[in-house]
């Protein structure tokens, strides 16, 4: 062989998607961001996510799950975990004996979340006092338009849902910031210490009631709530509410190529996961997706990855097909769809460039994830990295593989330890995001399209 044949042979080679991607690709690559699009706006918590979801599957065939219900190969199945999080299935041809193939990912985003005793008034200004969720940079938060989403539940048994700030003829909720001729002291500090937690309150009123006594403008905005959701400040006790940006997804780029929006990590992926499953006919194993809830804070709680529900989903299918669980799992194979960091030229000290991900080079897989020494990480064996590479090539999906970041520069998790403590097979793949955990993250469409052609062939596998 010459050198040049050698090279072309042995050595590997990035590259760019749009060299690989056809007319026809691009047209469907479009079709998808609009239907993505249109998911990450109606749902900017779990809820929300949930909601539409079971919504979605309703309409195309999905029926709820009953715990040991009969099942025959195309039956299509989700259950509703509290409203909080949800599980999708098609049952395949084979036996649940021979495993499943899952996708996983979450729902949540990080987020302002209210205290449980939040409204208070200040020198004539009503607040709301916010419990930040997640790893978020606290002074990205402040001087942004916020809405407030939620439920409040109140004592008689009645159900408020709250979506605030969304409408344009909606008020909006912010947090103040200092004006920087008077903060000499701020910005002597870090950027971590600059913004103090218990200083992110939602300015929510300034008018007071007419009338005598104190506290007037706060009795404003408990009369406001009362005519607009039927609550008193004592419903607070049993509500969930919480403020994330207000507004749209936007494109980005004079080539429109790129996605602005808040909670790609991890809802980018999520809808991969979703708008795959939905439309993949008859796998031959059954294929599942799951859609967790509190993987920003360590997938821990009832709706979480490391609940029992889905054990209680599995279990009840293999229970009608006489099938142990245990053995499910063991021949099950698991994509962990979840965000990496892509390479920002801006910040070229934090990344690997041989090991990074790229905008447009495709779905990320990465072999492990946690901090530094890969704490945290379920670090995928050499033999589930040839099965993901045969799956993926034999769908024709662009793909790349990646790590996050530098060794030292930190580090972060998934789900994908909690699956491979199961005993199931996992590997990290999904979107590379710039801005991660921003209010507003970037996304490639190509890299979110993708992505979901990569959920597909794990599907169908």
């Known amino acids: 062989m010459t050198t040049q044949e050698l090279r072309e042979n042995l050595t590997g080679k990035l590259k760019n998607g749009f060299e690989r991607i056809t007319q026809a690709q691009r047209a469907e690559m479009e079709s998808y961001a609009l239907r993505y699009r249109a998911f990450i706006d109606a749902c900017k918590t779990e809820r929300e996510a949930t909601a539409w979801t079971c919504a979605e599957a309703e309409k195309l065939g999905f029926v709820p799950f009953t715990y040991g219900m009969a099942t025959k190969p195309g039956d299509k199945i ?20 021979s495993g499943c193939n899952i996708c996983a990912s979450h729902v949540d985003s990080p987020r302002l979340d209210l205290k449980p005793n939040p409204l208070y008034e200040d020198t004539e200004l009503a607040y709301l006092k916010t419990h930040y969720y997640g790893g978020i940079k606290k002074y990205q938060w402040l001087a942004r338009p916020l809405a407030l989403h939620g439920v409040i539940c109140m004592k008689d048994g009645t159900t408020a849902c709250v979506n605030l700030g969304e409408d344009e003829s909606d008020p909006i909720l912010m947090i103040s910031d200092l004006l920087p001729h008077l903060a000499k002291d701020q910005m002597k500090k870090t950027l971590g210490e600059a913004v103090d937690a218990e200083r992110m309150n939602l300015i929510v009123g300034s008018e007071p009631l007419e009338g005598e006594g104190s506290e007037l403008v706060k009795l404003h905005i408990l009369k406001l709530l009362n005519e607009k959701y039927g609550m008193v400040e004592a419903d607070f006790l049993s509500a969930e509410l919480t403020a994330v940006p207000a507004g749209k997804s936007r494109e980005v780029g004079l080539d429109r190529s790129m996605l602005a929006a808040y909670g790609q990590d991890d809802r980018s992926c999520a809808f991969a996961e979703i708008d795959s499953i939905l439309h993949i006919g008859t796998p031959t194993k059954t294929a599942v ?34 099938v142990p669980l245990l053995e499910c799992f063991r021949n099950s194979f698991c ?74 520069q930190g580090g972060g998790g998934t789900v994908a330890c ?44």
């Open 289 to 322: 997706c799951i859609l967790a809830d509190k993987e920003e804070i360590g997938s821990v709680g009832i709706s979480g990855m490391q609940s029992f529900a889905f054990e209680y989903f599995l279990e009840g299918l293999c229970s009608a097909q006489g």
């Open 78 to 97: 989700y259950l509703n975990n509290r409203g909080k999080s949800t599980i999708l299935a098609v049952i395949g041809e084979k036996s649940l004996a």
């Open 335 to 408: 994509l962990s769809a979840d965000v990496s960091a892509a390479f920002d030229p801006c910040y070229p000290e934090t990344c690997d460039r041989r090991n990074n991900a790229f905008f447009n080079h495709g779905v990320s897989i990465m072999k492990y994830t946690g901090s530094r020494g890969k704490s945290g990480s379920s670090d995928a064996s050499a033999e589930v990295m040839r099965h993901v590479r045969q799956t993926l090539d034999g769908a024709d999906v662009i793909w790349q593989i990646s790590t996050l970041g530098k060794v030292d």
């Open 418 to 461: 909690y699956m491979a403590n199961r005993n199931i097979p996992t590997v990290d793949a999904g979107v590379p995001v710039l801005s991660m955990h921003a209010p507003m993250e970037i996304t490639s469409k190509l890299d979110c399209y993708e992505t979901m052609l990569a959920c597909r062939a794990v599907y169908l596998a």
